[in-house]
């Protein structure tokens, strides 16, 4: 299958996307996601998703190739510190990386990503990193996702992408999108890798597949792994899919 550029999908302009970080289907993982009192570190079921390198033949698939004038409106936003809309148009270059099918659909198959020129994810990646202080950016994710041995949970709550709720036990729910979101930087908020926003409502593979992708294998990434949740972890759960409010059934990326 041929490798998709902006360069020449740029014409496509109906893409409405939207983002809401959320549970994985009963498919990747139940979405109650818990811990038993007497273990330290939250775990989830063992169908939880592969971290399998792309098979080879995506080897060919992925451009090391980039367009040029591609990326002007992600920057400018960048430059604004206007982080909402550069979210926004994230998504957009996304999908119209992806090809054609994720342009008619709306949304990215995490199967798609393998299609996305490398060149082009680390030119989102770095613009993010340059305008944040190497704050946001997809290989900032990565490193605090493998940090977090992997463990995409621990991520969402690292990242700040669930929140704390007031009740008698530690326990998570997912946050609702936009307003629950930070979209201004300060000194202290949002936390590390909050940004770009990445939709796990069909499962964390598409995330899954962004961070394994060829553009951010670093080679020492062996020195990344390890457990950085902070605290105990004990007694931790999220509120089951089910239960929450406030969320849109928006599949876009």
Known sequence: MATHTLQSLHHHSSIRPR?????????????????????PVISISSNSISTTPFPSSAATSVSETSTTNTFETLETHLKNQDFRQADEETRRLI?????????????????????????????????????????????????????CSKDFTKFFIKVGWMKLLDTEVV??????????????????????????????????????????????ETGDESDDEGDDFGGSGAGVFTKPLSNTTGFKT????
């Open 250 to 253: 928006d599949y876009s990326f």
């Open 95 to 147: 999908i119209e990386l992806a090809g054609d099918a994720a342009i008619k659909r709306g949304y990215v198959f995490f199967s798609e990503v393998q299609f996305i020129p490398a060149a082009d994810l680390k030119t989102i990646d770095s613009l993010w990193k340059q305008h944040s202080n190497n704050k946001f950016g997809y290989s900032v994710q990565k490193k605090i996702w493998r940090k």
């Open 171 to 216: 326990q998570y729910n997912y946050k609702a999108f936009p307003n629950e979101f930070m979209w201004e930087m300060t000194d202290d908020s949002p936390p590390e890798g909050h940004l770009p926003l990445t939709n796990a409502l069909r499962g964390t593979q598409l995330l899954n597949y962004i961070f394994i992708h060829p553009a951010f």
């Open 19 to 39: 983002v809401d970080p959320r549970a994985p289907t009963p498919t990747s993982f139940p979405a109650t996601l818990f811990l038993q009192t007497n273990n």
